[in-house]
């Protein structure tokens, strides 16, 4: 066997993620909370001017804060211990929540289409200074959560939802502006509604992506990035014992910690722990494999174990 007999077989450091969670959870709290207090501006001046950028982002703003409150929960739960009903812990609640989010965003970005859809087709007036002023102050708020959430685990699918989100907030901020810059000038007010179609689009696109993360987890696909193929052509290649491999299954528990099982059939008799234990460090060192299910057998005869 030309392989190394050590094992580097990964432990899950539990410390280390209510670390990561405890992190998570505070940052997500003060962007809700920077959302939460601006949204409320938000609806009175949308409401005075007459503005749906301001309205839309308004409402962005209110199931953003409902959608941070819904993160936080998941970093919250994240941190729990494993028990005898949840063997693999808490941490896919962050998926679910990263999920729901995502959803959120498609909802709401259709809502702005409607709306825009209805001002396009009777415009009304808006109050052009008015909407300048809350768009400006709405933009410095959003920029201040983006950059609180901005520093967090780029990594983590429940943080990059929550991004997402406060993304948006921006988004409808730049756009509130220009519509009020435009309307100051030339009095165009279907710039308004316009400008609200470009942002829902751009939230479509960020509630797409999350969905389709979240959903590739929760329905316990093949890990991204990851090839079932390229693995048994790899462990076929390493260790020259290895006959066959089949029955492989990989899935992930979260957006960081992957997860397989094999079949492994050998061709002689072998010190079967020590290669299962080969294995285990080549999927870690090579796939970033966490936990690794390796059954050996004896290709023609009764299996050495």
């Given at each position: 066997?030309?392989?190394?007999?050590?094992?580097?077989?990964?432990?899950?450091?539990?410390?280390?993620?209510i670390e990561d969670?405890?992190?998570?959870?505070?940052?997500?709290?003060?962007?809700?909370?920077?959302?939460?207090?601006?949204?409320?501006?938000?609806?009175?001046?949308?409401?005075?001017?007459?503005?749906?950028?301001?309205?839309?982002?308004?409402?962005?703003?209110?199931?953003?804060?409902?959608?941070?409150?819904?993160?936080?929960?998941?970093?919250?739960?994240?941190?729990?211990?494993?028990?005898?009903?949840?063997?693999?812990?808490?941490?896919?609640?962050?998926?679910?929540?990263?999920?729901?989010?995502?959803?959120?965003?498609?909802?709401?970005?259709?809502?702005?289409?409607?709306?825009?859809?209805?001002?396009?087709?009777?415009?009304?007036?808006?109050?052009?200074?008015?909407?300048?002023?809350?768009?400006?102050?709405?933009?410095?708020?959003?920029?201040?959560?983006?950059?609180?959430?901005?520093?967090?685990?780029?990594?983590?699918?429940?943080?990059?939802?929550?991004?997402?989100?406060v993304a948006g907030?921006?988004?409808?901020?730049?756009?509130?502006?220009?519509?009020?810059?435009?309307?100051?000038?030339?009095?165009?007010?279907?710039?308004?509604?316009?400008?609200?179609?470009?942002?829902?689009?751009?939230?479509?696109?960020?509630?797409?992506?999350?969905?389709r993360s979240a959903?590739?987890?929760?329905?316990?696909?093949?890990?991204?990035?990851?090839?079932?193929?390229?693995?048994?052509?790899?462990?076929?290649?390493?260790?020259?014992?290895?006959?066959?491999?089949?029955?492989?299954?990989?899935?992930?528990?979260?957006?960081?910690?992957?997860?397989?099982?094999?079949?492994?059939?050998?061709?002689?008799?072998?010190?079967?722990?020590?290669?299962?234990?080969?294995?285990?460090?080549?999927?870690?060192?090579?796939?970033?494999?966490?936990?690794?299910?390796?059954?050996?057998?004896?290709?023609?005869?009764?299996?050495?174990?």
């Open positions: 066997m030309h392989h190394h007999g050590h094992d580097h077989s990964h432990h899950h450091d539990h410390a280390g993620m969670t405890t992190d998570g959870r505070q940052r997500v709290a003060i962007a809700g909370l920077l959302t939460f207090g601006f949204m409320i501006a938000e609806i009175i001046g949308g409401l005075i001017s007459g503005s749906l950028a301001l309205l839309a982002d308004a409402a962005h703003m209110l199931t953003d804060t409902a959608a941070l409150g819904l993160a936080w929960l998941g970093f919250r739960f994240a941190a729990r211990q494993a028990d005898e009903t949840h063997s693999y812990g808490w941490g896919r609640l962050k998926v679910i929540a990263a999920f729901v989010n995502g959803l959120t965003l498609l909802v709401l970005a259709g809502w702005i289409l409607i709306e825009a859809a209805q001002r396009l087709y009777a415009p009304q007036p808006i109050m052009g200074e008015l909407l300048l002023a809350v768009a400006v102050l709405g933009l410095l708020v959003n920029i201040i959560a983006f950059r609180v959430l901005h520093g967090g685990d780029h990594e983590d699918l429940n943080m990059q939802a929550a991004l997402w989100h907030d921006m988004f409808g901020s730049v756009a509130a502006i220009i519509a009020a810059l435009v309307i100051l000038y030339s009095g165009w007010t279907l710039i308004d509604p316009i400008l609200s179609v470009i942002v829902a689009m751009i939230i479509i696109l960020g509630g797409v992506r999350i969905v959903a590739r987890i929760l329905m316990q696909g093949v890990p991204s990035g990851l090839s079932l193929d390229a693995v048994t052509r790899d462990l076929i290649t390493e260790f020259e014992e290895i006959q066959h491999i089949g029955d492989t299954r990989a899935w992930a528990l979260n957006e960081k910690s992957r997860i397989m099982t094999l079949r492994v059939e050998v061709t002689s008799k072998i010190n079967t722990e020590s290669l299962r234990a080969a294995i285990k460090a080549r999927l870690q060192r090579q796939f970033h494999v966490d936990e690794a299910t390796v059954e050996i057998h004896q290709s023609k005869e009764k299996p050495a174990e």
